[in-house]
T-cell receptor
Framework: GNSVTQMEGPVTLSEEAFLTINCTYT??????LFWYVQYPGEGLQLLLK?????DKGSNKGFEATYRKETTSFHLEKGSVQVSDSAVYFCALITGNQFYFGTGTSLTVIP | DVKVTQSSRYLVKRTGEKVFLECVQD?????MFWYRQDPGLGLRLIYF???????EKGDIPEGYSVSREKKERFSLILESASTNQTSMYLCASRRSLGGKNIQYFGAGTRLSVL
């Protein structure tokens, strides 16, 4: 079946630290991959996406590369800020159905 | 700008009440979705709709129903609310074709059933 597995949180980092949130997937066909972010009290917003193998999605200093050989789409940022504190969801779409990971909570402390 | 609007941010209801959660999108999207979000469980799909008057069960439809009388509006109905339906409810919409598969979300409705 189709599924997304992401690292469990919560993750707490100091400002300017390096961030990695791991995401692996299982899917039939050729999925597109996404990272969504949910800031406190809000809905989910698209952060970045990649539609095929070796594509790199990037936005707001965050990056993720679609790795078909390892079925992974890890989220990275070189220097996090307090304003990056949020819950991050990895997701894929295959067929016409979205599948979400359980979310990883990130807190960045000054 | 793309917009998915949920009518209430917070709701408090009593056990046994009938509850309506409303969602409106202004993007002329064919597909609309209702999820609930619970700690440790992520997003779980309740119901979705591919077009007006069409509905499909998601992963956890029990205790819920939906209505899609107009393309822009998708309502989630709790026929008789129970305490285990206390949750955050998220509405989303997506274009069927040519929309780059991006799903847009509303801000969520936090429902408490007492």
């Amino acid at each position: 079946g189709n599924s997304v597995t992401q690292m469990e949180g919560p993750v707490t980092l100091s400002e300017e630290a390096f961030l990695t949130i791991n995401c692996t997937y299982t899917a039939t066909g050729y999925p597109s991959l996404f990272w969504y972010v949910q800031y406190p009290g809000e809905g989910l917003q698209l952060l970045l996406k990649a539609t095929k193998a070796d594509d790199k999605g990037s936005n707001k200093g965050f990056e993720a590369t679609y790795r078909k050989e390892t079925t992974s789409f890890h989220l990275e940022k070189g220097s996090v800020q307090v304003s990056d504190s949020a819950v991050y969801f990895c997701a894929l779409i295959t067929g016409n159905q979205f599948y979400f990971g359980t979310g990883t909570s990130l807190t960045v402390i000054p | 700008d793309v917009k998915v609007t949920q009518s209430s941010r917070y709701l408090v209801k009593r056990t046994g009440e009938k509850v309506f959660l409303e969602c409106v999108q202004d993007m002329d999207h064919e597909n609309m979705f209702w999820y609930r979000q619970d700690p440790g469980l992520g997003l779980r799909l309740i119901y979705f709709s591919y077009d007006v008057k069409m509905k499909e069960k998601g992963d956890i439809p029990e205790g819920y129903s939906v209505s899609r009388e107009k393309k822009e509006r998708f309502s989630l109905i709790l026929e008789s609310a129970s305490t285990n339906q206390t949750s955050m409810y998220l509405c989303a919409s997506r274009r069927s074709l040519g929309g780059k598969n991006i799903q847009y979300f509303g801000a969520g409705t936090r429902l408490s059933v007492l």
